[in-house]
Nanobody
Framework: QVQLVESGGGVVQPGGSLRLSCAAS????????MAWFRQAPGKEREFVAR????????YYADSVKDRFTITADAHEKIIYLQMNILKPADTAVYYC???????????????WGQGTQVTVSS
């Protein structure tokens, strides 16, 4: 089993920044796929960004490219999502996910955190 705990959500004004963290524990994979997804009210869960602990290989959804940065600390087993130039459309519950397969679909991830709320509002 893998346990994932997110932190760092909150309320921020448009144009502001937040950094989310996801700490992994338990049976973690040496080069497992780690990702952030988000889900807004009434919408499906959507892919935001992904990477791997050992090789990196960051990849982003078009909607967040050049604004968000995903990084991984392989030693501490923590991944971060630095979110800049936030927009009201970024408002959602953000989920950390881990798995062997990875990719951009939720089905590629076996483990999920509890989610952290990000609200972008003036």
């Amino acid at each position: 089993q893998v346990q994932l705990v997110e932190s760092g959500g909150g309320v921020v004004q448009p144009g502001g920044s937040l950094r989310l963290s996801c700490a992994a524990s338990g049976r973690t994979f040496s080069n497992g796929a780690m990702a952030w997804f988000r889900q807004a009210p009434g919408k499906e869960r959507e892919f935001v960004a992904r990477c791997r602990f050992r090789t990196g290989d960051p990849y982003y959804a078009d909607s967040v490219k050049d604004r968000f940065t995903i990084t991984a600390d392989a030693h501490e087993k923590i991944i971060y999502l630095q979110m800049n130039i936030l927009k009201p459309a970024d408002t959602a519950v953000y989920y950390c996910a881990a798995g062997v397969v990875g990719g951009n679909a939720p089905a590629g991830y076996s483990y999920w955190g509890q989610g952290t709320q990000v609200t972008v509002s003036s």
